[in-house]
């Protein structure tokens, strides 16, 4: 299975664009890269998913180089609100869900 | 409305008792998944199952049991075997078992033995 490494914490200001690097160096073929956010005291919430090159959304962009190695979630212009926990997860698409592992993820604090 | 449901959001337990956490969707998903979470800490899985009548051990099932009778029910019971039950459990929902599939979470429970 493919483990993950991420920052345990990072600082941003609001308005700013917040980028969060994950590492899954022993990324496996079939394996997909998806990105949770967590308030204090509530589920986790799914932001996006992807395999490969570059994936956006409403609210996130997924960046993933050629080797797939590590992968890069973009929050762009954050604000207080988007002060959380991110997890990056990594999985075999051709397998269950219960292989995804919710590690510590990066707390993000979005200061005035 | 969609969604998933969890009760109660505050649970209080004296040593040796059991206690059963709800966990109701009406999202139609195949697939439901229980995690606790301790402080500062990630989601570890308890149980999973991925269709009705059919449910797995995560990786810290010992001290819990769980039932699937119902496709939009999943009761986590925890039992005076698990040694330190206090945390918060969240239960979630996705369409199917897969790892390209939205997990859907409820608002978790907070289970403190006292």
Known sequence: LAKTTQPISMDSYEGQEVNITCSHNNIATNDYITWYQQFPSQGPRFIIQGYKTKVTNEVASLFIPADRKSSTLSLPRVSLSDTAVYYCLVGDVQGSARQLTFGSGTQLTVLP | ?114
Not at chain 2, 28 to 51: E, F, K, T, V
Not at chain 2, 73 to 94: D, E, G, I, R
Request: net charge negative.
């Open chain 2, 1 to 114: 409305d969609g969604g998933i449901t969890q009760s109660p959001k505050y649970l209080f337990r004296k040593e040796g008792q059991n206690v059963t956490l709800s966990c109701e969707q009406n999202l139609n998903h195949d697939a439901m998944y229980w995690y606790r979470q301790d402080p500062g800490q990630g989601l570890r899985l308890i149980y999973y199952s991925q269709i009705v009548n059919d449910f797995q051990k995560g990786d810290i099932a010992e001290g819990y049991s769980v039932s699937r009778e119902k496709k939009e029910s999943f009761p986590l019971t925890v039992t005076s075997a698990q040694k330190n039950p206090t945390a918060f459990y969240l239960c979630a929902s996705s369409l199917y078992d897969t790892v390209d599939g939205e997990q859907f979470f409820g608002p978790g429970t907070r289970l403190t033995v006292l």
